[in-house]
């Protein structure tokens, strides 16, 4: 974003930090765009893998750390060619909706693993695809996508040759709600959702201008937003079929995802939920209960997902607070995580 | 806040800018705090009120405007001497719980009308008062106060001698819900508000340093806060006795404040919601319907609440959203507007 | 910048709030940018003046209150015609550098009173217009225009039929330095300036985008911007022909400039600074002087300009602050000071 | 800062992530400060040092933690007893100036090698550390003391038994002028810096509450700061005993500083700054030279120094911008590359 660089690195800048010999070798297309950029400054600093390229639609030519200062990723932008990217075993692909399907294809052609962070893979049912997002372009390898919400699937993203990254909302909020979901608890829900700015991407124009956004909070999305459906979909497949209502709104701050669920209970007398919550979590990495309501601070720049639940007595609905940084855990965080499992590495590799 | 301060005033400055005589000599009490301050502003910016006296409990000697060098008022703080305050006609007191009761009472002996910032006198059950604040200090008062939401009590609030201006998040919740719950269209209603950081005061610690608050977003009092009482008795004298959800959080920012309302309708198929919030505030000078949801840095410096409801099909609910700022139209501007119908003069006089 | 409008305005809102006939009938081109829509907002609220059209080069059609709902002007924005602008006595003209020129010669020559925001009739001498903004588009204006710093040039504003309004840096710096300036007293000055995103104007695209803002600060125009010569010209009409050196960096708040000047002192033992600062501004209605360094906050929304001055015995250098809204005494607000003066206006006639 | 804290970390947090046996066991003293608390999370994180106790003069028996959740430090705070201190091999102190150097002393008498975070060993000259911060409480201590600014003393500090780790300013201000003060070429200097809230630390009350400092920006210090005559005892130790303005402003953001520095040279005319300084810092870790100023957001939660060089024709003057994050390079970082020279590790370890 700034337009000062480095001309003084030290020659070890250069090199990627690894320790021994790479597992693969990564490419990572859509580079210039905020979640493309920290995926491919996650990879960079990666023990076990090895940057090979970073590609973007503009800007080519360009080192990455010009456009992104605070990251310190040196190689340069290339046009992507997927004939050239044989070289690397697998592929993180940071494409705006639509655009990111025929990418993803071609590198899948070319025998790559791939993380898609666009929402072109995450829809089981296309015709809710295509309601929300148009046509679907590789509608082939909708079939062997698999969800990437890593605690959830994570034995079959661990087998899988292309992973649908999940929404940032929809990872906060389906995290919040499992175990809920999976017990069968709710009988309908409200989701209060709040994220920072780097959630909208880096385009936007006035709408994100800082001046719009500065000393401003603001609702939208209020008649139908893309996630809702996501969302649904996911607590369906746990067994919460149920009324949904999910709102999000616009945080003046840069990275930082709270989701409000206030959830009315099937059985409102019943059992701890914390205790229901620290069970199912317990073996998680990057999964944390907290004894209050988290802030979104806590979980900056980390994989995290903090969550806090409280039964309210007197209208029978539990409160879940979920807390991630949206470009972490909400995006690249998880994409690495989910590609480390693809790749046989320990899960929690290069995000400690 | 700074430590400023102008030595170079014009003369003019050290007066009024009053419109002909003033109709009323106005005390303001506690005005060392944010929201006694913006009440001194206020008066003294009046074209008709004049402001008398200033006080506070701390700084006694202290200009306010070295305080508040954003104010512009140049008088100096006092001790509060009720003896002395009967040169004055009417007063705004903006004391913490508990420490206001005795100063109204003992302003109300020398014959001033009040508006009192607290929640001293805004619960019509003792118990409940007690519940959440301790024991009431002038209980007898109790019955003589009126509940200053302006839009709801504008009658009792021209006749009445002491008015118990409401919360901020009461404000907001209670304009955004009142058109459902006059109708009885309400089955429960979950709030999910957001303040900006002024709605908690000048005090505060850490917890209020700005390192604490930069680039953060938590929601607190999810065991409990002391405004969910005070909305739950408001909702049930406007007929819905419902289950109520109200969880705040606090925002990164000064002044503003946002009440996000899920309510789910008696009647999900009824009317046009549009059009019912549009007669039932189409006489409020201070009420606006927005045909988007607002953002909350539309109504900065105002004492505007802007609203916009809509229908949620699937779910059967009302989505209501309000914005005011919490230190107008949540605190100091409203008490001025209820002064104002205290003293005869236009509801809007020293707002616009 | 949001898109929430306004949809149940009292009918009151859509009339003027004039105090009496109207003293003259004003249109303001460009007011679709920052400075062009707080110009008529200000005409808006203005007791003696009429906004009779605003006009855009995009967005024709919509409500200015749409693209600005902090602001509260219901009219339309128009293509301009100065063919139809001849029902109006005067005009605040807010375009960009270049594209201002010929559109206030059009409105000169239907007779308007012009107040330029633009740069292009700031300078006496058009090499050095020339060299910063390429050739003058209107150079037989350049004679009859007078430059809109009010507290140097007020008699002559008086009497102006066009009046170059000054940058924001220049008016902070020269306010700031002009009685060191009007004395001889500068051997050379270092002017480090700081101000809001709002003086980069509307556009800016990534540069602006709140994530490159947010909690970063950067210094710009390090080789060399554009109100350097602007300064130096103004600071030699007063005597201070001396070396000048002037960075500006961008602070991530909304509205609000600090410029700090460190002047090396010709007579280092010399006099009380502070007296001939109060001295010179004695009857200035906008220029406050502080016994401490003013914080921008304190003017902001408000036509001030607050000046805090040092004498450093170590380094014989004068210290001074200048803080001001650079949207207020920065450009609009200066701009509406300005045609007061030349309307026979009291210069702070809506502006208090 | 927060009040929420985990209930479910997984059994590995608990355990420092070693890498093999470590080379010392560190005590962190004033660890609940913002600077003791990076402390204590940057040794937490290192790869080769144990942290072996966190200590504070109140919270005792809180996990650090719950006071930072935003680090994750499971590690109770303890009272200092310095007879148990005798355990570890190394510490670094983060009292306040004053009440440090007994605790130094202390500590040193059990044989700890120690980072001293305060100013009480700084100056070379007790009197002018006497005429800033007070008498010095260990004055024996102070010969012994070596200044800790790596890049300038960088085998002394290998050699030591206590580092005096310099004030943010210093820091910023030294290393961009280093280049030019060891040369000679420094006739004044004027330093306008600007710093985020957490320089101020964790005090402070209403002066550093949020409302106080959101959208301000505040000159401060402006009748001497603490910082300048150690910025000018280390500039007079390269060479440069010249004139010096210094004037630190308040930035509205959390973690980050820029020093804009304007320094007329003695040979305006001479040769090339950029490869002078290039050259100065070739074998540098932490320095890096940028082709254009950088904006501190670029080193925030990095212990990197970014500076940009470039000689002003008309004036004869260098400016020099230096960017930091004041908690790292600032303070606690710069503290871990001392101590990691003190212990014989690699300069860089732990802080990459």
């Known amino acids: 974003m700034s337009e000062s660089s480095v001309i003084s690195h030290q020659s070890s800048v250069a090199e990627q930090p690894l320790d021994g010999e790479p597992?693969?070798?990564?490419?990572?297309?859509?580079?210039?765009?905020?979640?493309?950029?920290?995926?491919?400054?996650l990879v960079w600093a990666h023990p076990r893998l090895e940057l090979a390229r970073v590609t973007a639609r503009s800007e080519v030519g360009t080192p990455l750390e010009r456009l992104y200062p605070r990251y310190r990723v040196p190689l340069a932008l290339e046009e992507l060619d997927p004939d050239r990217a044989g070289d690397c075993d697998a592929a993180i692909v940071a494409y705006p909706h639509g655009a990111a399907a025929p990418v993803v294809a071609a590198l899948r052609e070319r025998g790559?693993?791939?993380?898609?962070?666009?929402?072109?893979?995450?829809?089981?049912?296309?015709?809710?695809?295509?309601?929300?997002?148009?046509?679907?372009?590789?509608?082939?390898?909708a079939a062997?996508?698999?969800?990437?919400?890593?605690?959830?699937?994570?034995?079959?993203?661990?087998?899988?040759?292309?992973?649908?990254?999940?929404?940032?909302?929809?990872?906060?909020?389906?995290l919040a709600l499992a175990p809920l979901a999976e017990r069968g608890l709710i009988e309908d829900v409200v989701v209060d959702a709040k994220s920072g700015v780097s959630g909208a991407g880096r385009g936007g124009g006035e709408r994100l201008h800082f001046?719009?956004?500065?000393?401003?909070?603001?609702?939208?999305?209020?008649?139908?937003?893309?996630?809702?459906?996501?969302i649904a979909q996911e607590l369906k497949a746990l067994g919460a079929d149920v009324p949904l209502t999910f709102v999000p709104h616009l945080l003046p701050i840069d990275q930082g995802e709270l989701?409000?669920?206030?959830?009315?209970?099937r059985d409102p007398a019943g059992g701890d939920l914390e205790e229901l919550y620290r069970e199912r979590y317990a073996a998680e990495p990057f999964v944390e209960l907290t004894d209050q309501a988290p802030g979104v601070r806590e979980v900056r720049d980390t994989n995290l997902c903090r969550i806090h639940v409280v039964r309210e007595e007197g209208s029978g609905r539990a409160l879940v607070f979920a807390a991630i940084d949206n470009l972490w855990k909400g995006a690249s965080g998880q994409a690495v995580q989910n590609l480390n499992l693809m790749l046989g590495l320990a899960e929690t590799e290069g995000l400690e």
Not at 145 to 174: D, F, K, S
């Open 144 to 174: 062997e996508a698999v969800y990437g919400l890593t605690e959830l699937y994570r034995e079959r993203i661990a087998g899988a040759e292309l992973v649908a990254n999940p929404g940032c909302y929809p990872t906060a909020t389906v």
């Open 259 to 265: 989701v409000s669920c206030y959830a009315r209970l």
């Open 112 to 141: 790559l693993k791939v993380v898609d962070l666009s929402a072109d893979f995450r829809f089981r049912d296309l015709d809710e695809y295509r309601r929300w997002y148009g046509d679907p372009a590789a509608p082939e390898l």
């Open 211 to 230: 001046v719009s956004v500065d000393e401003n909070f603001t609702p939208y999305g209020t008649d139908g937003h893309r996630h809702r459906p996501e």
């Open 23 to 41: 597992v693969a070798r990564v490419l990572v297309a859509g580079a210039s765009g905020f979640t493309g950029a920290l995926a491919a400054q």
